[in-house]
């Protein structure tokens, strides 16, 4: 499938695949949205000392460099555990071309980026002291076959229902619960209402939170 760059609302670059005309993250900004979904109403929710971390899926791993460059902001050392699922790694020249290291200032945030995309698949790498990154390469339905440490914060960031219905119906979030902590957040940028009944029917708490530029609302669950 044929990926092209391109540049979002707020100057940051995602992927664009032409033919399921969808993109890695909103045309209304990659960064901004990252920040609001992911960190803002996620990693920012979540008190403990030690995280566990899992996300669906990697892509450019815009992600992973936003929740680097919060924990470097705060005072209060976590320990992370990231783990992030992928069935479809982006090339070398794709993420030189998106250029995200220059979207941010610290120094140990660009040179990260190149260590998540540059580590070995399915094995641990420690990017930053205190930060643990394990990237699978497989399908998000293969989470019950990994050996996982119980999740405290889900980032769930998979392409829309539009073009991948199956990955928001009830069997990947009811594996994706089964990883879970109860008291557990799973943040993502949808509001539709189909997964909300599906969360909802996990015996998830669900919040309508206020969305991203250009999204009237997005969802947070926590676990029971
Ligand atoms: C919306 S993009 C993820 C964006 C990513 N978090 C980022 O910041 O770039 C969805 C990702 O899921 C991956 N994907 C799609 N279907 C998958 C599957 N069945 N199993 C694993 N990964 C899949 C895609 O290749 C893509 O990288």
């Given at each position: 499938?044929?990926?092209?760059?391109?540049?979002?609302?707020?100057?940051?670059?995602?992927?664009?695949?032409?033919?399921?005309?969808?993109?890695?993250?909103?045309?209304?900004?990659?960064?901004?949205?990252?920040?609001?979904?992911?960190?803002?109403?996620?990693l920012?929710?979540v008190?403990d000392y030690e995280i566990n971390i899992?996300?669906?899926?990697?892509?450019?791993?815009?992600?992973v460099?936003?929740t680097i460059?919060e924990l470097?902001?705060t005072?209060k050392n976590h320990i992370v555990h990231y783990f992030?699922?992928?069935?479809?790694?982006?090339?070398?020249?794709?993420?030189?071309?998106?250029?995200?290291?220059?979207?941010?200032?610290?120094?140990?945030?660009?040179?990260?980026?190149?260590?998540?995309?540059?580590?070995?698949?399915?094995?641990?790498?420690e990017i930053l002291p205190n930060f643990f990154f394990?990237?699978?390469?497989?399908?998000?339905?293969?989470?019950?076959?990994?050996?996982?440490?119980?999740?405290d914060l889900?980032?769930?960031?998979?392409?829309?229902?539009?073009?991948?219905?199956?990955?928001?119906?009830?069997?990947?979030?009811?594996?994706?619960?089964?990883?879970?902590?109860?008291?557990?957040?799973?943040?993502?940028?949808?509001?539709?209402?189909?997964?909300?009944?599906?969360?909802?029917?996990?015996?998830?708490?669900?919040?309508?939170?206020?969305?991203?530029?250009?999204?009237?609302?997005?969802?947070?669950?926590?676990?029971?």
């Open positions: 499938m044929q990926r092209e760059i391109r540049t979002t609302s707020d100057g940051s670059k995602t992927l664009y695949i032409s033919d399921l005309n969808e993109n890695y993250h909103s045309h209304h900004g990659a960064l901004q949205e990252a920040q609001h979904v992911f960190i803002d109403n996620g920012n929710l008190n899992l996300e669906l899926g990697f892509g450019t791993g815009l992600n460099l936003v460059d470097l902001k005072d992030t699922l992928e069935k479809y790694p982006i090339t070398e020249e794709e993420f030189k071309n998106l250029e995200y290291g220059s979207f941010f200032s610290k120094q140990k945030v660009k040179e990260s980026y190149q260590k998540i995309h540059e580590c070995k698949w399915n094995e641990t790498t394990t990237k699978y390469h497989c399908d998000f339905f293969e989470l019950k076959n990994l050996n996982l440490p119980k999740i889900v980032y769930y960031d998979c392409f829309g229902a539009r073009v991948q219905p199956d990955l928001w119906e009830k069997p990947l979030f009811e594996l994706v619960a089964n990883t879970m902590k109860p008291g557990g957040l799973l943040t993502t940028y949808s509001s539709k209402g189909s997964v909300r009944r599906v969360l909802l029917d996990l015996n998830f708490n669900v919040e309508k939170k206020a969305g991203p530029p250009g999204k009237r609302e997005m969802i947070n669950a926590i676990k029971q």
